[in-house]
């Protein structure tokens, strides 16, 4: 049998079948479910899929918060010979349509009703689409394509272990193994190929980043559609026997982690950032010897962990008084959050701050920052524990190689590059050229080999959530608006998506005579309410991540003649982000304050 990520959980079930794989909340306690029985959810599932008729090269979706049924789905589809599509659960609609279309699955994993409805919504447009599979606890529904969760495993009880076991053998190391759907820059998604090589290699590779063992504890909460989760939740989880827990949700997040107290923990940049908020608060309250205090304590933590950074120890002076700045503070700020076991936090998918970074430093939280994409299986390269440059992203990945072309462009060659996008030559040709992917992002080494990213030839929007965002859908959807001549989408690195927008002279104009308005029309709130009306209509297409929250309507139009248009009429976004930059500010500031 090769080497695969089904074949390893096999492995593991064999070896130690009693020990905990995962834990999931019930009754408001945590309840295990061993190695053994994953293996055998598993193994009972994928028997499921081919009763169901389910063929070897095709796909499940599946749709919905982290689950243990999402990733028995998923590794049961790679065991057959299939390759799992997951869809984001703050996908629209529309947004689900298209990738249960595009993958031409047959089946698909639903978490609740609200999930079942986005489905069912757009079934007519679903040629392909044969069951739809509910997860735990969804209330039954009177519908022949609908099947409960126990009713789609019964399915398979019939077949021998045999079938199943003969389509595991079966698989190669370049078979497509699973499918992550990701924004292209003009819009639509594009299918990800990654092969059990891609993710057995990678799992393997983080070892050289960080050691991880069977003991360590793992909170699964980010969007399992993305790769890094994947990664942590199943692929290097099953490689290592680790035990993961699935969150209960977003809001019981904080309470989750303060049981758990995991030592790797995985998270974007705006989660750190909240967290990050959460402590700043909390430290505003204290004062006098208190404040003092913490202060001391945290400069004492930032000088220790740029030694450690280093590969160093504190010691003399700041090693004593790194001693005690542990035990008065560190500790007891790193206990509230539930991360004083923690020993590997790692945060990737989006820029993060240095500040941040050195924030949590003080607090003796060291947080590992990591890049890459989909397309290289989640890392390119990564700072170490006690090898970091907090400001870069760190070394190639172990086994990798990483360069930059003529323009600076980052390019990898290793185990962890895709196999190309699915039904897209195209797009394939231009990322992959002599085995290397062309990633579209720019940076620069510095004399130690780490890398920073210095800016995207792409203009995909990588929001502080992680999620990549295409502008131009959305500016298209603001244009439908014959008031507005150009609309520019902002949102890097942010919290939420807002907009820049210019009117059309003449049609603006003839608006104003139209409804009486005498006053300077970027000003005019008959015109705001227009132009809401219209954003308010298009948002309703996409999901709520990728919504417009706030638009400003700029006094002027873009020029070539001030350089915020190329000669061809392109927007030059860093001109336009630059020239208007306080209105910009005013957009994210207001919320803050």
């Not at 609309?487 to 104003?512: C, H, Q």
Request: glycine share 8%; net charge negative.
């Amino acid at each position: 049998m090769i080497d695969t990520i089904p074949a390893r959980l096999f492995d593991q079930a064999e070896r130690r079948p009693g020990s905990p794989a995962y834990y999931e909340k019930i009754g408001g306690e945590w309840v295990s479910t061993s190695w053994g029985e994953y293996a055998d959810q598993v193994r009972r599932a994928g028997k499921s899929l081919v009763a169901l008729g389910f063929a070897p090269g095709q796909h499940v979706a599946i749709l919905g918060f982290n689950r243990p049924e999402w990733v028995i789905l998923d590794v049961a589809c790679m065991a057959v010979g299939g390759a799992p599509a997951g869809i984001y659960a703050t996908n629209s609609p529309e947004e689900v349509q298209y990738i249960i279309h595009h993958s031409e699955a047959p089946i698909i994993l639903v978490e609740d009703k609200a999930q079942l409805e986005k489905v069912t919504a757009v079934r007519a447009e679903l040629p392909h689409l044969e069951y739809i599979v509910t997860m735990r606890g969804t209330p039954r529904v009177d519908d022949p394509m609908v099947l409960r969760w126990e009713e789609f495993l019964s399915r398979g009880d019939a077949l021998d272990d045999s079938d199943f076991v003969a389509r595991l053998e079966a698989l190669e190391p370049d078979g497509l193994a699973t499918l992550i759907y990701t924004s292209g820059t003009t819009g639509p998604p594009k299918g990800v190929m990654l092969t059990h090589h891609n993710l057995t290699w990678t799992a393997d590779a983080t070892h050289g980043v960080a050691p991880l063992h069977s003991d360590d504890r793992l909170v699964s909460y980010l969007p399992l559609s993305h790769i890094a989760e994947q990664m942590f939740t199943i692929h290097i989880a099953i490689s290592t026997g680790y035990r993961v827990y699935f969150a209960e949700s977003i809001a019981a997040l904080a309470d989750n982690i303060k049981e758990v107290r995991p030592t790797l923990f995985f998270a974007v940049p705006r989660v750190w950032e909240k967290f990050h908020d959460g402590v700043v608060a909390k430290l505003g309250e204290a004062s006098g010897i208190k404040a003092k205090l913490a202060a001391w304590a945290q400069d004492v933590g930032r000088k220790a962990m740029h030694i450690r950074n280093r590969g160093g120890e504190p010691s003399g002076l700041l090693g004593f008084q790194y001693k005690i700045a542990s035990k008065l503070v560190h500790h007891k700020v790193l206990e509230a959050l539930g991360f004083d076991q923690c020993r590997f936090a790692v945060t990737a998918a989006a820029p993060i701050s240095a500040e941040v970074l050195e924030f949590f430093a003080g607090f003796d939280l060291p947080i590992i920052e990591v890049y890459g994409q989909s397309e290289g299986t989640g890392p390119t390269t990564a700072n170490k524990p006690r090898n970091t440059k907090i400001g870069s992203v760190g070394l190639a990945y172990p086994g990798a190689e990483v360069r930059l072309a003529d323009d600076s462009e980052i390019l990898l060659k290793g185990g962890n590059v895709f196999a190309g996008y699915y039904k897209d030559q195209e797009a394939t040709d231009e990322a992959l050229i002599d085995g290397w992917l062309y990633s579209g992002d720019l940076g620069s080494f510095d004399d130690d080999g780490f890398l920073t990213i210095t800016g995207r030839k792409k203009d995909i929007i990588i929001t502080a959530g992680g999620k990549n965002v295409a502008p131009k859908n959305l500016e298209a959807g603001m244009k439908d608006s014959p008031l507005v001549s150009e609309a520019v989408v902002i949102g890097d690195r942010r919290k939420y998506l807002t907009a820049l927008v210019t009117l059309n002279p003449e049609t603006s104009d003839a608006f104003a005579v139209q409804h009486g308005i005498t006053e300077p029309l970027y000003q005019s709130e008959r015109i705001r309410q227009e132009l809401q009306a219209t954003v308010d209509r298009m948002n309703q297409r996409f999901a709520r991540v990728e919504q417009i929250k706030k638009f400003v309507i700029l006094p002027r139009e873009l020029t070539i003649e001030d350089g915020e248009l190329t000669g061809t009429l392109k927007v030059k976004r860093n001109v336009v982000h630059q020239h208007f930059a306080d209105e910009i500010e005013a957009m994210y500031s207001e919320d803050d304050s």
